[in-house]
């Protein structure tokens, strides 16, 4: 098990794809229960595949408000901005 800090940034490129599902609703779930309410997600660019995974669990997750593509200087289609209701 990899230790990884909570900090509400999640770069995913460590790790497997098979692990990201996983690991997405795992750090959301710490991230609430820490008060982080804005969590950054960290997939790159690519071919897009690991970026639609991140959305899809995102998109069935009823703690998630909102989540959209970060603007050009902020990472850009490389980088998802989650809002989560609070606890």
């Not at 995974?53 to 959209?68: D, N, Y």
Request: with cysteine; hydrophobic share 45%.
């Amino acid at each position: 098990m990899i230790e990884m800090p909570i900090d509400g940034v999640l770069d995913l490129h460590a790790f497997r794809p098979a692990d990201v599902p996983d690991l997405v609703r795992n750090y959301i779930a710490e991230c609430r229960s820490q008060g982080i309410l804005g969590v950054r997600i960290i997939h790159g660019k690519g071919t897009g595949a690991l970026r639609e995974t991140v959305h899809a669990i995102l998109g069935r997750m009823p703690e998630v408000i909102s989540f959209q593509l970060a603007q050009g200087g902020s990472g850009g289609w490389g980088v998802t901005l989650v809002e989560l209701a609070p606890e």
